[in-house]
Nanobody
Framework: QVQLAESGGGLVQPGGSLRLSCAAS????????MGWYRQVPGKERESVAVISGGGTITYADSVRGRFAFSRSLAKNTAYLQMNSLEPEDTAVYYC?????????WGQGTQVTVSS
């Protein structure tokens, strides 16, 4: 069973930055897709930044130019650098990884953008 562990969330003022980390218990190159998702109460979980098996990164329109996905193959860890944060970015952020029919999710980390 693959385990994903997120960290790095917290409270930040508008315009601030945070970096989220997702440590995987397996080789992240074995995933078909891996990425960051977010969810607010009452809404569906949405994709934020997802990398395909071929290395293409797809960003949500609302974060393009402000957020950046990266990864360390040596550490089997994915990152989400979030800059110019806005109150609308407030959500629980989840790391997700997919291999065939299997879906793996982390426990989520809260990001709150407020003054």
């Amino acid at each position: 069973q693959v385990q994903l562990a997120e960290s790095g969330g917290g409270l930040v003022q508008p315009g601030g930055s945070l970096r989220l980390s997702c440590a995987a218990s397996d080789n992240i190159l074995r995933f078909d897709r891996m990425g960051w998702y977010r969810q607010v109460p009452g809404k569906e979980r949405e994709s934020v930044a997802v990398i395909s098996g071929g290395g293409t990164i797809t960003y949500a329109d609302s974060v393009r130019g402000r957020f950046a996905f990266s990864r360390s193959l040596a550490k089997n860890t994915a990152y989400l650098q979030m800059n110019s944060l806005e109150p609308e970015d407030t959500a629980v952020y989840y790391c997700g990884a997919f291999r065939g029919d299997a879906n793996y999710w982390g426990q989520g980390t809260q990001v709150t953008v407020s003054s």
